[in-house]
């Protein structure tokens, strides 16, 4: 069983940076895809940006220009970098891997975006 854990949320006033990592027990290699989810209270958990095998991005409308995925194969981790963030960023966000036909959840890290 692949865990992933989570790391870099926090609080910080809008307009600011913060930089999500996960990583993650074993290998990612031949994941099919890494990504970033995110959930606010009271809302469907959405895809915010996903990084597959080939290198291939896709963001949610809503971040970007803002925030960028990335992976790092050799250290098992996948990194967000948030930057102009908002108010309405606030979320939970989650690390998942896919790796066919399994998929992973990390646990979660909160963030917090308020003046």
């Known amino acids: 069983q692949v865990q992933l854990v989570e790391s870099g949320g926090g609080l910080v006033q809008p307009g600011g940076s913060l930089r999500l990592s996960c990583v993650a027990s074993e290998s990612i290699f031949r994941f099919n895809s890494m990504g970033w989810y995110r959930q606010a209270p009271g809302q469907a958990r959405e895809l915010v940006a996903q990084?597959?095998?080939?290198?291939?991005?896709n963001y949610a409308d809503s971040v970007k220009g803002r925030f960028t995925i990335s992976r790092d194969n050799a250290k098992n981790t996948v990194s967000m970098q948030m930057n102009s963030l908002r108010p309405e960023d606030t979320a939970v966000y989650y690390c998942?891997?896919?790796?066919?036909?399994?998929?992973?959840w990390g646990q979660g890290t909160q963030v917090t975006v308020s003046s």
């Open positions: 990084i597959r095998s080939d290198g291939s991005r």
């Open positions: 998942r891997g896919f790796s066919f036909p399994n998929v992973y």
